[in-house]
């Protein structure tokens, strides 16, 4: 009944076109305005991957930083060793190798992941 008498007293008042008449109940149900706070970004880590595979004829890196492309990453060669440096957001980020276009692990790297492909991927912590 309270609510009843509550919305027969605000029928009667009249308010200023354009503006809404609030109750106490939908000023109880308001939520308070959000302070906007800062978004911190951590830098992106210097991150370099290598291999050593002296026969390759083309290396690449490839991992949930690059979406997978199995192309977007080449490694460089020298004196037997592939080498290439990226900036990666910090965090847990797991990747493999692609040689000559063959998916391989990083032998440097025992701490591993299993995957929707019955082998493992490699997992770095920037």
């Not at 690059?66 to 490694?75: E, F, I, R, S, V």
Request: contains cysteine.
């Amino acid at each position: 009944m309270a609510k009843k008498d509550e919305v027969k007293k605000m029928a009667g008042k009249a308010s200023k076109p354009g503006k809404a008449v609030k109750t106490k109940a939908a000023e109880a149900k308001a939520p308070a305005k959000a302070q906007k706070k800062p978004v911190r970004t951590q830098a992106k880590a210097e991150t370099t991957f290598q291999l050593k595979a002296p026969h390759a004829a083309q290396v690449f890196v490839a991992g949930c930083f690059n979406g997978w492309d199995p192309t977007a990453n080449p490694l460089e060669q020298e004196k037997g060793t592939w080498k290439c440096t990226l900036a990666i957001e910090p965090g847990e980020h797991e990747y493999r190798f692609v040689v000559d276009g063959v998916w391989c692990d990083d032998p440097a790297n025992m701490s591993r992941r299993r995957n929707e492909f019955g082998t493992q991927n490699c997992v770095l912590v920037v």
